[in-house]
């Protein structure tokens, strides 16, 4: 990752969010109505087949840009929220380092991405609760609750305060500090070994970033993804649905649906998480490039 100072970690991670969310909401819709569709009553078909079934429904009953529904919470929380990610992730390599030009190990660097993981949940949670709340409404087919983002966060306050805004900070912790740690410690990985010989890490290509970010995006969701789907599940049922939090969650789907349900919405995760996280990195590298140009001593 390009060296740079704090404030350009931040400046550049908020460019790559945009541009991660911009490329990955579809799927990340798709992910969300699959994992929380309700269980089909015995002999009934569920509610979605799979991935493209959900998709074709989603877009046959809401039209193109239902795909983009919730979009608004997560893409005005996400600048600061990959910014404040990119930030955590400078701020623990340095922890770890006795002088600024220190190489850290892996295992460092993966322990420098869980400190990005643990910095990121005081935004990620309430934007996640917001974002599957308004995912899933939509497929509810009753009227709808929440009028956007603001009206969701006016509604949820006045019913159970702050507490009810950060619904799921345990299972968003869960799932963001292992998965962070992999996610940087993979792109930090590739690209060492994607460097042309001979060269340094600015003679990297378009495509060996994208392919280093992609497969970093990938990596990451593969430690994400149970968790995530505890995490859906909490943050959309109704007050009271779980007293114990995420233990009932995860006690109720062994019991119901076994092991393959914290698996749910594998597929959109995985097609989603390359493209948008190929973006992400893309525009931090970008973004990062053009700070050190207008800034040098920033």
Known sequence: MSKGSPIKDFIAGGFGGVCCVSAGQPLDMIKVRIQTMPRPP???????????????????????????????????????????????????????????????????LFKAGMVAGVFTTVI???????????QVQAASGKPAIYN??????????????????????????????????????VYEWLQHILTPAGGSRNDLSVG??????????????AVAIPPDVLKSRLQTAPEGTYPNGIRDVFRQLMKEE???SLYKGFTPVMLRAFPANAACFMGYELAMKGLNWLAPNL
């Open 258 to 260: 076994g092991i393959l």
């Open 148 to 185: 956007g983002p603001i009206d969701c966060i006016k509604q949820l306050y006045k019913e159970g305060g702050i507490r009810s805004l950060y619904r799921g900070t345990a299972a968003t912790l869960l799932r963001d500090v292992p998965a962070s740690g992999m996610y940087f410690m």
């Open 208 to 221: 060996r970033t994208l392919v280093a970010g992609g497969v970093a995006g990938i990596f990451n969701w």
């Open 124 to 134: 990620m949670a309430p934007g996640e609760r917001i974002k599957c709340l308004l």
């Open 42 to 108: 015995p002999g009934q078909a569920p509610l979605y087949a799979g991935t493209f079934d959900c998709a074709m429904k989603i877009v046959k009953k809401e039209g193109f840009f239902g795909l983009y529904k919730g979009m608004g919470a997560p893409l005005a929380g996400v600048a600061p929220m990959f910014a404040i990610c990119f930030f955590g992730f400078g701020v623990g390599k340095r922890l770890q380092q006795n002088k600024p030009d220190d190489v850290l190990t892996y295992a460092q």
